[in-house]
């Protein structure tokens, strides 16, 4: 048997550490009600267990900031960019395609990894930025935030020399 394994599921899987743990608590509650009589819990719903942070990239040019951020699956419309001094805010909701109603024709879910909710994510730019000036756009679930630097940020950089110490020779005594 590998040694992978005998590990506890939390430590051998590639998901949120929190994910890993939330699913072994489950089935350890599932087995103590079937095991005792009791009558099954209702699962925990699976966005509380995810983390729908949105992940970024930040990069920057002499003339501008740009901001990625990945947002598969939120509509446009759902998306709110707030900039207020120094601090950049994205916030939105990614809404759920499940149907809460329970009827005869409703699909039924046996396992729901993808998420859903409310998420928010703000920077702290280390400039202050004309609001009127930044572009934003979304493709393909990518939101891209362009900042402008502003002019005094632009001045062209001035390289810096070196200085090392001088190397003192020293005799070897034969």
């Known amino acids: ?72 699956g939120v509509d446009q419309n759902d998306i709110e960019i707030t900039l207020t001094g120094g601090d950049l805010l994205i916030k939105g909701e990614k809404k759920s395609e499940i149907d809460e109603k329970k009827d005869e024709r409703s699909r039924s879910y046996h396992r729901v990894e993808r998420s859903f909710g409310s998420f928010q994510r703000r920077l702290s730019l280390p400039y202050d930025v004309d609001a009127d000036k930044v572009q934003a756009s979304f493709k393909d679930g990518v939101l891209t935030l362009t900042l402008p630097k502003p002019s005094e940020v632009q001045k062209s950089a001035k390289k810096i020399e070196i200085k090392g110490e001088k190397q003192i020779e020293t005799k070897r005594a034969a």
């Open 1 to 72: 048997m590998p040694v992978r394994n005998m590990l506890p599921r939390l430590w051998r899987d590639d998901r949120h550490p929190l994910s890993s743990l939330h699913d072994e608590i489950d089935e350890l509650l599932e087995t103590w009600t079937k095991d005792f009589g009791f009558p099954q819990m209702p699962r925990m719903p699976a966005q509380w267990a995810k983390d729908i942070s949105p992940r970024m990239n930040v990069s920057e040019t002499d003339k501008e900031l740009q901001i990625t951020a990945e947002l598969p």
